[in-house]
């Protein structure tokens, strides 16, 4: 009885060092959104499919942009319209959540950056930039991807996003 007793919590202890050191070393949920004229699609899915997020869940999403003109992605809620024309959201789904938007710039030199806040992502042709974060607990609702290249948002490019 008494060697069960030491296993237990010598069990305990590498399970918890497991989970850290697998979240510390990125084994982060992948996903894969393309964009395109004017879509957004999970790879995997159908165009304009929703988003399904988690939150508590650490995640990668590899954004690429497989068209052939600039996307200018905003991730948000409450769609803000100036002069007949989509602007942006009244919220923003990355207000206060730490991530890292990693990718390769410009003249090939790749780059990371950790904020905790994300307005937008910029995009060029044949262009990739992942974004790593977890969502906390009030993020959970109905949210949207939307691309604010003028004309892109009104030609159809955005998706749900739903956060549970």
């Known amino acids: 009885m008494k ?47 929703a988003v399904v997020l988690e939150t508590g869940v650490p995640y990668r999403i590899t954004f690429r942009n497989i068209g052939n003109t600039v996307h200018r992605v905003k991730f948000g809620r409450g769609l803000v319209v100036e002069e007949g024309v989509p602007f942006e959201y009244t919220e923003n789904l990355f207000d206060n959540v730490p991530l890292r938007i990693e990718g390769i710039g410009d003249g090939g030199v790749d780059f990371r950056v950790i904020t905790d806040r994300l307005l937008e992502l910029d995009l060029d042709p044949g262009g990739e930039m992942d974004i790593v974060f977890t969502l906390p607990l009030g993020a959970q609702g109905e949210w949207e991807l939307g691309c604010f290249v003028i004309g892109h948002y009104e030609a159809g490019m955005l998706a749900p996003l739903m956060v549970q």
């Open 3 to 49: 060697r069960f007793l030491l296993i237990l919590p010598l069990i305990a202890a590498l399970l918890l060092l497991g989970n850290q050191l697998g979240t510390a070393q990125g084994f982060e949920a992948e996903m894969t959104i393309l964009m395109g004229e004017f879509f957004f699609q999970v790879e995997g899915q159908d165009k304009g499919e």
